[in-house]
């Protein structure tokens, strides 16, 4: 399947430009690329939105972005 940018944005929420910042958080097994742990598609397109339009990367979110995306994630996993 190829994926367009209507595609990209359908499926995973991120824009073309942020394909590779997005397999650099999840992972890449045919790059050999490690990901961050617990890191899925669904967690790094919420690091991602908002960003497709401002060139921003994730790690340049609102604070309080940040802390709704990690505390969503220590929900999801179980842990406090």
Known sequence: ???GE???LDDWGIA???VVDLLTLTGDS?????GIPGIGVKTAAKLFAGTQDTGRRPGCAAD?????????????????
Do not use: C, T, W, Y
């Open 16 to 18: 073309p430009n942020q």
């Open 64 to 80: 309080h972005e940040k802390e709704q995306v990690e505390g969503e994630h220590r929900n999801a996993s179980g842990h406090p």
């Open 6 to 8: 209507k595609e990209l």
């Open 30 to 34: 045919v790059d050999n690329v490690p």
């Open 1 to 3: 399947m190829i994926f």
